[in-house]
């Protein structure tokens, strides 16, 4: 059986990926989970949406006979990858995750590292100030316990429901950026703190390199807990395991 594969989406990586299969002409779907209303256009066919948990993934892989599945969504997405792992090895199929290194402190940086969500929320229990909140649409209600600041936000597309902050500003803007882009931002709204995920990758780092050359601190959310799955750092050693990784189904 030739390989059919399920590239789940949603970073920068996931899009060369598929440029990379659609060109060797494997056969594939671009899985996003719907977060965002417009997608970038895709090489291969695309389905948008949950699968249902574990048992609809397994569901999804065995209806579609799907060979091989890429987890290539962003490195926050613990659920979904978890969800992978246990489908993945339900239905017998090779999973691999499709990963980008961490970012590192470089000297300049201050970074107050924290190891989730939970403890950056705790972390801005401090006096008034002026905050970039770098953490994504799902997770601003966490930081709504602590009105006293402004919070710069910015989203790939408008915001479709208010804010729940007081005092706050939308910027709408679709990466990647870049730090003197960056800098200007901050330097226009006068902040004084970053709070950021550990996304790793280019396309969101410049706002830490903005930071950087700022003086700025910068809440620093350290990842996930890592799962027990194969990975790949490059779209080479995703077709490298595409090529060598079988299937009970002969592949």
């Known amino acids: 059986m030739p390989p059919n594969l399920l590239i789940l989406a949603g970073t920068t990586e996931a899009a060369g990926l598929a440029r990379a299969l659609a060109a060797a002409g ?74 980008r290194p961490a970012w590192t402190e470089e000297p300049g940086d201050r970074w107050i590292r ?63 950026f870049s730090p003197e882009a960056d800098r200007r931002l901050m330097e226009e709204h006068g902040i004084d703190l970053v709070v950021s995920k550990n996304s790793g990758g280019t396309g969101a780092y410049a706002k830490i390199a903005a930071a950087r050359a700022l003086g700025l601190p910068v809440v620093m959310i350290d990842r996930p807990p890592p799962l027990a799955r194969a990975e790949a750092a490059s779209v080479d050693a995703v077709l490298h395991f595409i090529a060598h990784a079988g299937t009970d189904r002969g592949v």
């Open 114 to 176: 924290v190891p989730d969500m939970a403890a950056a929320v705790a972390a801005l229990a401090r006096p008034a100030g002026r905050v970039m909140l770098a953490v994504g649409r799902m997770q601003l209600a966490q930081f709504a316990v602590h009105p006293q600041h402004f919070y710069l936000l910015r989203f790939v597309e408008p915001a479709t429901a208010p804010q729940p902050f007081p005092d706050c500003r939308v910027v709408v803007d679709r990466g990647p």
């Open 26 to 99: 494997i056969a594939g779907t671009v899985s996003f989970a719907g977060r965002v209303e417009r997608l970038p256009a895709q090489p291969l066919p695309q389905r948008v949406g949950g699968f249902g948990g574990v048992a609809g993934l397994g569901a999804y892989l065995r209806a579609h006979r799907i060979t091989h599945v890429i987890d290539a969504t962003h490195p926050f997405a613990a659920q979904m990858s978890a969800h992978a792992v246990a489908a993945c090895a339900e239905a017998g199929v090779p999973l691999v995750a499709l990963t």
